[in-house]
Nanobody, 114 residues
Framework: QVQLVESGGGLVQAGGSLRLSCAASGNIFMINTMGWYRQAPGKQRELVAQ???????DYGDSVKGRFSISRDNAKNTVYLQMNSLKPDDTAVYYC????????WGQGTQVTVSS
């Protein structure tokens, strides 16, 4: 099993920045890709960013150029730096880990006020 613990959400004004962290524990060897998804009220969960083998990265179209994902393998932690935040970025952000199974964090609320 893999456990994921997120931190760093909160309330920020439009144009501001936040950094989310997700620490993984447990059977880390089961993970090859980690990332962030988000879900706004009444909408489907969508990819924000993910990082896989060889530090490959993939971003959702709506966050390209504003968000950056990074991974510290020594700390088993993945980060999401969010800049130039918009009200449309308001959502619950979920950390995800993929490999032998799919694992989700509990979610952290990000609210961007206009």
């Amino acid at each position: 099993q893999v456990q994921l613990v997120e931190s760093g959400g909160g309330l920020v004004q439009a144009g501001g920045s936040l950094r989310l962290s997700c620490a993984a524990s447990g059977n880390i060897f089961m993970i090859n890709t980690m990332g962030w998804y988000r879900q706004a009220p009444g909408k489907q969960r969508e990819l924000v960013a993910q990082t896989g083998p060889g530090s490959s990265t993939d971003y959702g179209d709506s966050v390209k150029g504003r968000f950056s994902i990074s991974r510290d393998n020594a700390k088993n932690t993945v980060y999401l730096q969010m800049n130039s935040l918009k009200p449309d970025d308001t959502a619950v952000y979920y950390c995800a880990a993929f490999g032998v199974g799919i694992y989700w964090g509990q979610g952290t609320q990000v609210t961007v006020s206009s």
